[in-house]
């Protein structure tokens, strides 16, 4: 029958096992070893767990030889005869012929000498006494023997007897999927016959919201569905209530006292004590079960035999995305299970060993095993032949061997030496010597090479190094080898200053590219930000772009990402802000990228956007005057664009604008009233050069132009409880709100053909365009405005405070001709109005979205529409459908058809398809098509994507391919992180790759 006990000193007549309810007043050197085989076993649980979340890690290979020296093996560690080293001692209380605990007590260095009940009076023969608890001859326990280099030379990873027993003994704490489930928000239902010591995998944690658990349980939704099982905590130690109890908290596990059982127990007074038969040890979260534990008292040497179980329960932690699988910065403490065969320590050094280890990692789900741990010194762990997976145990897919693993604790590094990855056995990639991380702390060392087709169908490699240079500054150095072209070298520096901000260099060189008329290709990129520690409203941005010739993104940019850009910004730029000012001052130019286009459709100086040198901008409220709001803005800049090609006489000059604005909102609960007036005022001037270009005098090559502005808005608010007609009023609840408004501006017409259009386009017709003073973007134009612009306004709010309908229909009525436009006329624009522009957003389930805008004119006859529809039935599936129809207006707007579409598609719990397509109607073709498949398992992801593609910005009729497959180790990479899953979350409306 299994007893709580206390192990106290007996006589040496007396062969029974006790509880005693008084204490000695000194803690034994027997109650120091049997706390040591806690705190030896809770090392080798620590050590394991740095080891196994760094390899599960993204950054697990981030270094590859570094610059630290290996570390040597350990001596032979010879038995000792000294007494047991000073530290906190624990003294063993009998609570309860059913409980024990052991609890810490403070312990000056004079404790270390035990009271005379504890003494110890006899020799070390007395260990070889016949063992009452079983009647057999004792084995003599001596030190861990670790010989210099003894397993550290074996040639392979095949698990041997004694580690197959103890996989065999872990895989029991691994529980197969018997059910999937069949919607998003459904846990997987457990086995009937599953093993019954099994726990859900999950740690407790009851107070979760609504969304919390929602998002969780999509997340292990998924990962039911991709997973052939679950490694869970064994439920069949006596204490696993309470560790599960203590990993809910938040505080230390050294904070929680220590239990012990076990069938037997044997101490002879002097030198050899024994707990045999199921024991278990449990402080905390963590449990610790054996066949044995013997403790050598004199000699300080200890060992836990036969089935050696830790168990560290996860303690409780909130992922920030609700899914499971979590990297080393967000992983939670704990959440190992680990068997070994033997494990041996001495009690008065930090020398330890433990053979054949299995190991598990549930919150990782993960595992691996190690032939042998050997703990060196406080900081120096060792660990042999070494076998990691996040596969199902049965038949892992792949698999990191390691032929040894040193760890340092000291430099915050791991080496490994002779590690492959094996894919079904196979051996697929051999490191001989790699370093990792095991904290934060970075080394330098080659990163994960990258490889991919060009548009061409060349193929490249890069091989990255990284340099960590200083704790606020690093390099990485990239060669790029291509199949057709000389080798390209990129670098990349960042730095972090304390005073200064934080930025980033990065240049690319290929000399003599064969496939550019062995011209040099070049590129460089610079990114700088400050923020003021002082002022933190007070920041600068810098940022610098340069590429040798237009083509130089197009031919090294695999899917094409960046092949959009036309005119590569290149400014520095001050912000300040705060409740009453936003001010901006910056510099601007320009890098115009003629792409692919042919000598005479090369883009013109004209054409050009225009440097800004500099520009000055200011909007602010005046926070005195309490009876009105005064607004105002004030922009000044400096535009200049040199013409070198002569298409048109250069125009570059300076600009200010300024605008004061007082209003006096009343605003009732039943609506409001908001009148205003406006002052502008726009002066602009030729520089001299411009002046001369285009013949202009002193007294005309500036202009200045005052225009008064004044409006009226206003609005009322009707409010009514309950659903649309009264349909679903019970079980959505909620109200109603109808909200016309009407709004008029008038602002007289001033001549502006003279004045120069530096940046200012016209804004496309829209419903919330219909309400700005201005069709302008920009400050070259001062519009004449006299319009009254009526709208209304529907939404329906549920119960739950979303909205599912929000519908607006409105239109822009003009009672005079529009004389002032973009190019240097004053012809009367006769328009009676907008036509009616409507905008409609609405949820009517769950899972299904429809978002509506568009126009018609007086005719019913279409200017534009464009629509979306949005379904995602299920947490991994998604599909979305969209129209836009657009004609050409007075309004800018040109003529634009197009279809969109994309789709992720659940082909079964791991193969999922998506896709993604743009059909041109005007152009009748697919403008731009991306495919593709992705596989995802708990063990690993495969993703393979084809991209088709028209450059609009190149004269090329024919169009682009790319095609690239990325994989991904779960527990090496992070699958949404990749380039391609990018690209689908930027053309998939709602997706995303982490589920």
């Known amino acids: 029958m299994k007893k709580s006990v206390k192990l106290s000193p007996i006589s040496s007549t007396s062969n029974r096992l006790t509880s005693h309810s008084s204490l000695p007043t000194q803690p034994t050197r ?162 009937p016959n599953a093993n019954p010591n099994l726990l859900n995998p999950l740690t407790p944690d009851s107070q979760q919201s609504g969304a919390q658990a929602n998002t969780q349980s999509k997340a292990a939704t998924r990962k039911d569905a991709m997973c052939h099982g679950n490694w869970v905590y064994p439920t069949s130690t006596i204490y696993q209530q309470q560790a599960l109890a203590a990993a809910a908290t938040d505080q230390p596990n050294s904070s929680f006292p220590i239990y012990a059982s076990a069938d037997y127990g044997y101490y002879d007074n002097e030198n050899y004590a024994e707990l045999s038969g199921d024991v278990q040890i449990n402080q905390g979260r963590q449990q610790i079960s054996a066949d044995k534990v013997v403790v050598n008292v004199q000699d300080g040497i200890a060992a836990a035999q036969g089935n050696v179980l830790l168990v560290d329960a996860a303690q409780s932690t909130q992922s920030t995305d609700g899914n499971p699988r979590v990297s080393l910065k967000d992983s939670p403490k704990g959440g190992l299970i680990t068997v070994a065969d033997e494990l041996a320590y001495q009690t008065d050094s ?67 030496y002779n590690a492959t990855l094996k894919v079904k056995n196979t051996p697929v990639l ?18 994960l090479p990258r490889g991919g087709f060009s548009t061409e169908g060349s193929f490249n490699v890069q091989l990255p190094y990284y340099f960590n240079l200083a704790p606020n500054y690093d390099a990485t150095v990239t060669p790029t080898i291509f199949t057709d072209r000389n080798p390209m070298l990129t670098g990349e520096f960042r730095y972090l200053t304390e005073k200064f901000g934080y930025g980033s260099l990065t240049g690319s060189y ?111 409220r005046v926070p005195w005057v309490t009876q009105f709001d005064l607004t105002g803005i004030s922009d000044f800049a400096y535009f200049k664009r040199p013409i070198d090609d002569g298409s048109a006489p250069e125009q570059s000059g300076g600009r ?44 005309s090559k500036s202009q200045s132009i005052f225009v008064p502005q004044f409006s009226i808005d206003s609005g009322l608010n009707f409010f009514k409880a309950g659903t649309p007609f009264g349909k679903f009023d019970e079980s959505l609840g909620g109200y109603q709100l109808l909200s016309p408004r009407l709004k008029y501006v008038y602002s007289p017409y001033k001549d502006q053909t003279d004045v120069p259009n530096f940046n200012t386009r016209l804004a496309s017709l829209n419903f919330s365009q219909l309400y700005e003073d201005s069709w302008f973007l920009g400050y070259d134009r001062l519009p004449d ?29 003009y009672f005079s001709d529009i004389r002032v436009h973009l190019d240097n006329t004053d012809d009367g624009l006769k328009i ?22 568009g126009s018609v004119d007086d005719n019913a006859d279409l200017n534009y529409i464009n629509t979306q529809f949005r379904y995602a039935p299920t947490y991994n599936s998604l599909y979305n459908l969209g129209y836009i129809k657009r004609n050409e207006s007075i309004f800018g707007q040109k003529a634009l058809s197009a279809f969109t579409g994309s789709a992720v598609l659940p082909i079964n719990d791991n193969w999922q398809f998506l896709g993604a397509v743009q059909y041109d109607n005007e152009k009748s073709r697919f403008s731009d098509v991306l495919a593709g498949f992705t596989y995802d398992s708990c063990c690993y992801g495969l993703s393979i ?20 497959a990325e994989i991904s180790l779960n527990g090496l990479s992070n699958k949404g992180d990749g380039r391609l899953a990018s690209l689908m979350r930027n053309r998939v409306l709602g997706y995303d790759p982490k589920y």
């Open 430 to 447: 051999y490191l001989p010597y790699f370093n990792f991380p095991i904290d934060d702390r970075r080394t330098s060392g080659f990163l």
């Open 656 to 699: 200010l604008y300024n605008k004061l604005t007082a209003a006096y909102p009343m605003t009732r609960t039943w609506g409001y009233v908001t009148p205003s007036v406006s002052l502008q005022h726009l002066y602009t001037q030729f520089d001299q050069g411009s002046a001369d270009a285009n013949g202009l005098d002193k007294n």
């Open 945 to 964: 994507y084809a991209r088709r593609y028209y450059d609009e910005l190149s004269d090329k009729d024919s169009a682009d391919h790319a095609i690239m």
């Open 30 to 191: 027997l109650h120091q070893s049997l706390h040591q085989i806690y705190r030896h076993t809770n090392v080798l649980a620590m050590t394991l767990g740095a080891m196994f979340t760094t390899l599960y890690s993204t950054s697990a290979l981030a270094a590859v030889l570094p610059t630290t020296a290996v570390t040597e093996s350990t001596d032979t560690a010879a038995a000792q005869s000294t007494a047991a080293q000073n530290i906190d001692s624990q003294s063993i209380e009998a609570q309860s012929p059913e409980t024990q605990s052991i609890k810490k007590q403070n312990l000056d260095a004079s404790a270390a000498t035990p009271d005379t009940d504890s003494s110890i009076a006899t020799t070390a023969d007395n260990a070889t006494a016949v063992d009452v608890t079983t009647n057999q001859g004792i084995t003599p326990i001596s030190a861990p023997d670790v010989k210099p280099n003894s397993a550290r030379t074996r040639p392979n990873f095949t698990p041997n007897q004694q580690q197959q027993a103890s996989l065999d003994k872990l895989k029991t704490f691994y529980q197969p999927k018997t059910q999937q489930t069949t919607d998003d928000t459904s846990a997987t239902v457990a086995n």
């Open 832 to 853: 009676d109005n907008t036509g009616t522009v409507f905008q409609v957003s609405t949820q009517p389930r769950q899972d299904f979205w429809v978002d509506l805008d």
């Open 350 to 416: 930090t020398k330890a060993t433990a053979k054949d280890v299995a190991f598990a990692s549930v919150p990782l789900q993960a595992y691996g095993y190690a032939k042998r741990l050997n703990k060196v010194d406080e900081s120096r762990v060792e660990i042999d032949d070494v076998m990691f997976t996040t596969c199902a145990p049965d038949n892992p897919t792949w698999q990191i061997n390691a032929k040894n693993i040193d760890i340092n604790t000291d430099t915050g590094r791991g080496e490994a």
């Open 510 to 620: 290929l000399p003599n590219d064969k496939q550019y008329d062995d011209e040099d290709r070049k590129r460089f990129y610079y990114n700088h930000h400050w923020q003021s520690k002082d002022t933190p409203n007070l920041s600068i941005d810098a940022l610098y772009q340069y590429v040798s010739d237009p083509k130089f993104l197009n031919d090294f940019e695999t899917l094409g990402d960046e092949t959009v850009q036309l005119n590569l910004p290149r400014r520095i730029q001050a912000n300040y802000y705060n409740d009453y000012l936003t001010a901006l001052a910056k510099i601007e130019t320009f890098q115009t990228l003629d792409r692919n286009l042919t000598n005479s459709d090369k883009i013109l100086d004209k054409d050009k956007p225009y440097d800004r040198l500099p520009q000055l901008s200011v909007k602010y």
């Open 785 to 813: 405005n006299n319009h009254l612009t009526p709208s209304l306004n529907y939404r329906y709010i549920d119960g739950n405070g979303l909205t599912r309908l929000d519908a607006s229909v409105g239109k822009q009525i």
